[in-house]
């Protein structure tokens, strides 16, 4: 609750908003912060997705993603991005890159922009659980300390307040 009402957020969204600026910084900055895996992960791509991840080695590393050329149109992931809770690493950087087309295709934004944008999207997909009392406490904490907490990347609100006034009108 707030002092005006009652305030409603939108899990995804705002996760999503979070994850971008994390990201956008990260590769501001060149760096990222990385996770060793415990078993590499080989990934076949096809050659017009091989070419593009090689020609954003660099960026992608930013984001945490360490991987090299593995022979043919494969790579090795050695490391993934930390702090994402991904279940499947495979399928959220195969996601990443699907996204950046996707948004190359649809959006005149920086490559930074579009790897920010694809990176936050793809990683909260999966974070659809219910949230505890401290968990959701932290998700608006670093919400409202975003740059811009009103909207996720793509312009969507991430929250509102009923204000006191309409939810008493509900009642009268």
Known sequence: PVKSGALFVDQFKAKER???????????NR????????FPINIELSP????????LQDEISSLGFIYEEFGGN?????????GISASNEKMLFEGLIEQFKMNKAELTISKQDSLARAMA????INDSVVLTKVEGKLLI???????????????GKTFFILDLKRIENFFS
């Open 18 to 28: 979070i994850l971008y600026e994390r990201f956008v910084g990260q590769l501001a």
């Open 141 to 155: 904490e670093k919400l409202f300390a975003c740059e811009n907490p009103n909207y996720d990347p793509d312009g």
């Open 121 to 124: 999207k793809r990683a909260s």
């Open 74 to 82: 494969c790579i090795v992931i050695n490391a993934t991005p930390a």
């Open 48 to 55: 017009g997705d091989f070419s593009l991840v090689m020609e």
């Open 31 to 38: 760096r990222g912060n990385a996770q060793q895996c415990l």
